[in-house]
């Protein structure tokens, strides 16, 4: 964003902040871009980009009257949007840590999953897919077979589901490191 | 497309949900002189109709934002000052010292024009001078009679003497040499 930009940003913040419904529309046309771009920047699958950017962009709107004209109105917009986006990846941390908790994972290995099992292990398809690039291949190959249903390999239940929880305590370590890099 | 028209939609909900949250947040002191009037008052009926009417008043303009927030603050901040001289005065039994009418004429007078005296003395640093004086002195009267209903009528009449004499004047010389 070039300085004039930034400029008529700030200017219709503070006229926003102050209650001119007539500069509404050209906050939420220089801010959206911004703000979906910074999301892009900083989560890596874009659905959830897109879902941090519409929170962010709807907490700013409504803190737009704590506004206070000479600030600036694009660092105040991101500091807000970054704080979203640190409690949006916290909220999916514990909701990823209720995932691989053990009971999940017992439920994960049982034969006949109910409706709440299916939805647990199609959510923990998605936070796999986030950390498969990221484990070592047999891991992941584990993680795959589990999550997908895949046929599995020819050794004793009992060593598959040891890979199982192994690989998955592997996964719920790098999630954490993630989140405190995060 | 519409996905934009969408969230533009929802960002405006959002702004004046927001607005309206803080404006009501604003209104606390409103609410404590409504809640004080209501209980301590012998006219409990009056004390709420005042007390909603200058929540509903201000809460109302500092949504709108602008000249209105800035009439709403000066006139609940002046309403306030015009709500606790009769408030204190009648506890402290200032009319058994002076005697009731000079009390009355004293406490609700002397308070309304204190107030207006507020309102107008900030009214110059405000573009819409008069419609910041009009909107700021409903507002200080408003919280003022939920003072001065402590002397009944009487007290009414005399805060809305005050508030007038000390906003009046400004108002219409304004008016005349614009």
């Known amino acids: 964003m070039d300085s004039s930009t930034r400029e008529q940003l700030n200017d219709n913040m503070a006229r926003l902040a102050d209650g001119d419904r007539k500069a509404f529309d050209v906050v939420y046309e220089l801010l959206w871009p911004v703000i979906n771009s910074f999301a892009r920047r900083l989560m890596r699958a874009p659905d959830l980009a897109d879902d941090m950017a519409q929170q962010a962009l709807i907490k700013i709107f409504y803190n737009a009257g704590t506004f206070e004209a000479g600030r600036d109105a694009l660092t105040w917009a991101l500091s807000i949007a970054a704080n979203e986006c640190r409690s949006l990846l916290r909220r999916r941390s514990e909701r990823a840590h209720g995932l691989l908790s053990d009971d999940t994972l017992a439920n994960l290995i049982s034969d006949t999953p109910s409706p709440l099992e299916h939805a647990e292990r199609e959510q923990l398809k998605v936070f796999l897919r986030d950390l498969l690039t990221e484990l070592q291949p047999h891991e992941a190959e584990t993680l795959l077979i589990q999550a997908w249903d895949l046929e599995r390999p020819d050794i004793p239940a009992a060593t598959f589901r040891k890979r199982v929880q192994r690989a998955l305590a592997r996964a719920r370590s790098l999630w954490s490191q993630r989140n405190r890099a995060h | ?178």
Not at chain 2, 37 to 62: E, K, R
Not at chain 2, 75 to 100: K, R, S, W, Y
Not at chain 2, 101 to 130: D, E, H, M, P, T
């Open chain 2, 1 to 178: 497309m519409h996905i934009d028209r969408a969230l533009k939609l929802r960002a405006r909900r959002a702004y004046e949900a927001g607005r309206l949250v803080r404006a009501l947040a604003a209104t606390w002191p409103a609410a404590v002189m409504t809640g004080l009037s209501y209980a301590l008052c012998h006219h409990p009926v009056l004390s709420l109709t005042f007390g909603l009417l200058l929540i509903g008043a201000t809460t109302s303009m500092l949504c709108i934002g602008r000249w209105q927030q800035a009439a709403a603050r000066t006139g609940l901040e002046a309403g306030m000052l015009a709500f606790l001289i009769p408030f204190t005065g009648f506890h402290l039994n200032v009319d058994e010292l002076v005697g009731l009418s000079a009390a009355i004429v004293l406490l609700n007078g002397g308070g309304g024009f204190l107030g207006g005296l507020i309102i107008g003395l900030r009214s110059r640093q405000i573009a819409q001078k008069n419609q910041f004086l009009l909107a700021g002195a409903c507002v200080t009267t408003l919280a003022g009679l939920l003072g001065c209903l402590f002397f009944g009528y009487f007290g009414i009449g005399t805060l809305l003497i005050g508030v007038l004499t000390a906003t009046a004047p400004v108002g219409i010389y304004r008016w005349l040499t614009a």
